[in-house]
């Protein structure tokens, strides 16, 4: 069974700094495209950063130059390191990891609050 394990969130102010991780476990973590995603109140899902499984990566434009995603194949796990916060980057945020094994899988989220 797989599992994504997100962890990281919390509450902090406008410019500071948060870490995001998803731990994936149950499928071949390596050949798996990762991404993170987020939602806020009253919104849809929307792409933040993925990450193919030979290290490419694709950025939101409102977050370009600020977030950064990485992943650790002998870790099982992918980063959100996420810098100079805006209030407007308040969400839940989700892992998410594709392959053509499984298709689509989501982790139970992570609450970001950016206070102004």
């Known amino acids: 069974q797989v599992q994504l394990v997100e962890s990281g969130g919390g509450l902090v102010q406008a410019g500071g700094s948060l870490r995001l991780s998803c731990v994936a476990s149950g499928t071949i973590f390596s050949i798996s495209a990762m991404g993170w995603y987020r939602q806020a109140p009253g919104k849809q899902r929307e792409l933040v950063a993925t990450?193919?499984?030979?290290?490419?990566?694709n950025y939101q434009d409102s977050v370009k130059g600020r977030f950064a995603i990485s992943r650790d194949n002998g870790k099982n796990t992918v980063y959100l390191q996420m810098n100079s916060l805006k209030p407007e980057d308040t969400a839940v945020y989700f892992c998410n990891l594709n392959n053509y094994l499984l298709g689509d899988r989501w982790g139970q989220g992570t609450q970001v609050t950016v206070s102004s």
């Open positions: 990450i193919t499984s030979d290290h490419r990566t």
